[in-house]
């Protein structure tokens, strides 16, 4: 629905080198502050995206030995998050869908709903991870929407451009899914999306496909 962090978290990554001991790239940061956010996603206790994100970039600018401050450069990521702009096709989308939409997302609640306001959006049903207590690909996100919804598995269909988290948590708990492939990525071995789209304007040509 809304622009990745992508740029946001490049920028974060080079100020973050830059105030370490000028052997360490900002590609290098990156790297390890991914490794130590998927890890968390899927760790117990669960914590909130916010929680996560600050806390695994701490842990990369330590072995990497940078002594930026990890909470005031997430701040950076945070503001992002409630203000992303939407991708391409989401508002022609959303003004012609005539099907309840229920909105299953791993941003955390308040700034999910603080970039739905800042959009003027509204959908019958949000779901996201900090409601559950897990991120996607967990099925209790899954069936968390479909309880909001009040439908079941084989009336739903999952829009989402992460092909494990999205196409790969649906279809494990019975929901048929599209993948929406903004960059061209082959479909891992063992995903079996019903349809791939470019974008969100791409999705009222394949329904009949996947319907």
Same mark, same amino acid.
């Given at each position: 629905m809304a622009e990745e962090d992508d740029e946001v978290v490049a920028s974060i990554c080079a100020r973050a080198a830059g105030s370490g001991p000028g052997t360490v790239s900002a590609q290098q940061v990156s790297a390890a502050w991914w490794r130590a956010f998927t890890a968390g996603l899927v760790a117990a206790p669960f914590r909130t995206q916010r929680e996560l994100s600050v806390a695994s970039l701490a842990a990369a600018l330590r072995a990497a030995g940078c002594g930026a401050d990890a909470a005031a450069l997430c701040e950076e990521q945070f503001r992002f998050w409630r203000t992303a702009p939407l991708r391409p096709g989401t508002r022609a989308f959303l003004d012609a869908v005539e099907l309840p939409v229920c909105v299953v997302s791993n941003v955390d609640?308040? =700034?999910? =709903? *603080?970039?739905? @306001?800042?959009?003027?959006?509204?959908?019958? @049903? +949000?779901?996201?991870? $900090? #409601?559950? &207590?897990?991120? /996607?690909?967990?099925?209790?996100?899954?069936?968390? @929407?479909?309880?909001?919804? &009040?439908?079941?598995? #084989? $009336?739903?269909?999952?829009?989402?451009?992460?092909?494990?988290?999205?196409?790969? &948590?649906?279809?494990? @708990?019975? %929901?048929?899914?599209?993948?929406?492939?903004?960059?061209?990525?082959?479909?891992? #071995?063992?995903? =079996?999306?019903? *349809? +791939? %789209?470019? =974008?969100?304007? #791409?999705?009222?040509? /394949?329904?009949p496909q996947v319907g």
């Open positions: 609640r308040a =700034d999910l =709903d *603080a970039l739905l @306001a800042f959009h003027g959006l509204s959908f019958p @049903a +949000v779901v996201t991870s $900090e #409601d559950v &207590g897990a991120y /996607k690909p967990s099925p209790l996100m899954f069936q968390q @929407a479909l309880a909001a919804l &009040g439908l079941r598995a #084989d $009336e739903v269909l999952h829009v989402g451009d992460s092909v494990r988290a999205d196409v790969g &948590g649906a279809q494990a @708990a019975g %929901i048929t899914a599209v993948w929406v492939n903004r960059r061209g990525r082959p479909v891992p #071995d063992g995903i =079996d999306p019903a *349809a +791939v %789209i470019g =974008d969100l304007t #791409d999705l009222t040509a /394949k329904l």
